[in-house]
């Protein structure tokens, strides 16, 4: 696990003990070096993209400057202080509690929260980096945005539950994005099948879709046999089952197990959880409110190194 960003201060302010100067990726390079970080660690990366650890060295880099523990000799380039020289003596952690002593904090401490919405925020959150807070609202957004959706679809019409399928799978791309190329069928005589769609935009092969709008039921093995014995009848190769629900454990070992191991035949499933995914990766049902673009300090353009 990476370390919080406060666990970065002793390694940052060890790596800056003999007095030079270093930019912050020479920082970085030495810290790395220094803690004990898995590989995985050192490939796990935040939301935005940016490496996790890197992150937290940076913000440490900030913390102990707005402090007084270090100091910005020019833009990108870091020096220990006296004060920086104390802390290492302290035998206990350096975290933020530590800081607390110093006046230079508390004002950088206050002027970060004065935008809270009030101290418990604060407090819950005063241990992870910005972003890693932003990625939190994001993820907790995406969530209130997903139980809103779902509200709407199980709301609606049973035929308009298959549209939307249909129209998901155009958005993807499936039929070339064709209407022409995509058809609802009819109950009759179609048993087990809600939906075709061509794979391609020459019609070449084709897509049967079983959609089924549940609340509390999990589909079954018994709906996928009957899904892929009527898939057999239409002498179809392919077949993508939805459902708003989930499916059974043994629902999923019947498709994984026995029906794609065949290499003429794919079933894939999703669930209603994958399907919100979808829907909102690919825009249906769903529109753009506000796009926020956040830009961080570009520290390569400051080094040379």
Do not use: C
Not at 103 to 120: C, H, L, S, T, V
Not at 199 to 211: F, H, K, N, R, V
């Amino acid at each position: 696990m990476v370390p919080k960003f406060y666990e970065f201060f002793r390694p940052v302010l060890t790596v800056l003990e003999d007095g030079k100067v270093y930019s912050k990726n020479e920082i970085v390079r030495k810290v790395k070096d220094i803690v004990d970080l898995s590989d995985k660690d050192l490939q796990e990366r935040l939301k935005s993209g940016q490496l996790k650890y890197r992150n937290r060295i940076s913000w440490a880099i900030t913390y102990l400057v707005q402090s007084g523990l270090i100091e910005r000799v020019e833009k990108g380039q870091y020096r220990i202080t006296p004060r920086g020289r104390e802390a290492l003596k302290y035998n206990r952690d350096l975290d933020l509690k530590y800081l607390e002593q110093f006046a230079e904090y508390r004002n950088f401490r206050n002027r970060k929260n004065r935008k809270a919405a009030n101290d418990r925020y604060v407090r819950e959150h005063k241990e992870k980096t910005p972003m890693e807070i932003i990625e939190e609202q994001i993820d907790y957004l995406k969530k209130e945005l997903k139980s809103g959706l779902m509200d709407m679809v199980l709301g609606s019409p049973p035929e308009f539950f298959e549209k939307l399928v249909i129209d998901l799978l155009l958005a993807m791309n499936y039929g070339g994005s064709s209407e022409e190329m995509s058809r609802r069928l009819g109950r009759t005589g179609d048993e087990g099948v809600d939906g075709v769609i061509k794979e391609d935009p020459l019609g070449l092969d084709s897509i049967y879709i079983q959609a089924k709008r549940w609340r509390n039921k999990s589909v079954g093995r018994p709906e996928l046999q009957q899904f892929v014995g009527a898939l057999a009848g239409k002498g179809a190769r392919k077949g993508v089952f939805i459902t708003t629900s989930t499916f059974t454990d043994g629902a999923r070992r019947y498709v994984e197990d026995i029906i794609n191991r065949q290499k003429d035949n794919m079933v894939i499933l999703i669930d209603g959880d994958k399907l919100l995914d979808l829907m909102i990766q690919y825009g249906v049902g769903v529109n753009t409110n506000v796009i926020y673009e956040i830009k961080r300090v570009d520290s390569d353009y400051f080094s040379e190194d």
